[in-house]
């Protein structure tokens, strides 16, 4: 099992509607989780973070935590063709001094 | 300027030969990591380094080495490349405290021929 997975897409979704990305962790001492974007053949972007179980709202960006689960995930509302990236679900491991990324999910906006 | 800048950006080179890429910030981070990134697949870490002093492997250290010359700059090597390390090369910085997310540069794609 890889310790963080994420489906790797491509997820369509249509402009305006809420884009929701999925990632689950295998390592239960995991405590920071981060989103973050990725265009085609540039640098991955940070998008938000989450420590504690619940929501974190970040304008139209909102992470959700779930520990038990051992599950997080990312809602877009309001999706924007310059949304259409690969989204990258990260987990902190050994204290977060290292990252496990995740395979990506590709999303696209169709206008 | 950029925070986290990355030298060169894109490297065409022959099997064997040895690349040097170089990373270098001025965010004032102490931590300091190489990924490399294959096309649809996510960051794997090469190395990592929390100080001057201190350097430690990743998943993927195998034909590898890294140099931390001084506290904003961490330079990654390829003794005798082969193929299978062309890639999209990636720096990333954190501090210490706080959040600990990283920070980017822009990349180098590397192309061994």
């Known amino acids: 099992q890889k310790e963080v997975e994420q489906n790797s897409g491509p997820l369509s979704v249509p402009e305006g509607a809420i884009a929701s990305l999925n990632c689950t962790y295998s390592d239960r001492g995991s405590q920071s989780f981060f989103w973050y974007r990725q265009y085609s053949g540039k640098s991955p972007e940070l998008i938000m973070f989450?420590?504690?179980?619940g929501d974190k709202e970040d304008g139209r960006f909102t992470a959700q935590l779930n520990k038990a689960s051992q599950y997080v995930s990312l809602l877009i509302r309001d999706s924007q063709p310059s949304d259409s990236a690969t989204y990258l679900c990260a987990v902190g491991i050994q204290g977060a001094q290292k990252l496990v990324f995740g395979q990506g999910t590709r999303l696209t906006i169709n206008p | 300027d950029a925070d986290v800048t990355q030298t060169p950006r894109n490297r065409i080179t022959k099997t064997g030969k040895r690349i040097m890429l170089e990373c270098s910030q001025t965010?004032?981070?102490?931590?300091m990591y190489w990924y490399r990134q294959d096309p649809g697949l996510g960051l794997q870490l090469i190395y990592y380094?929390?100080?001057?002093?201190?350097?430690n492997k990743g998943e993927i250290s195998d034909g590898y080495s890294v140099s931390r010359q001084a506290q904003a700059k961490f330079s990654l090597s390829l003794e005798s490349a082969i193929p299978n390390q062309t890639a999209l090369y990636f720096c990333?910085?954190?501090?210490?405290?706080?959040?600990?997310?990283?920070?980017f540069g822009p990349g180098t794609r590397l192309t061994v021929l």
């Open positions: 990333a910085t954190s501090g210490s405290g706080g959040s600990n997310e990283q920070f």
């Open positions: 965010k004032g981070h102490d931590r």
């Open positions: 989450i420590y504690s179980n």
């Open positions: 380094s929390f100080d001057v002093k201190d350097i």
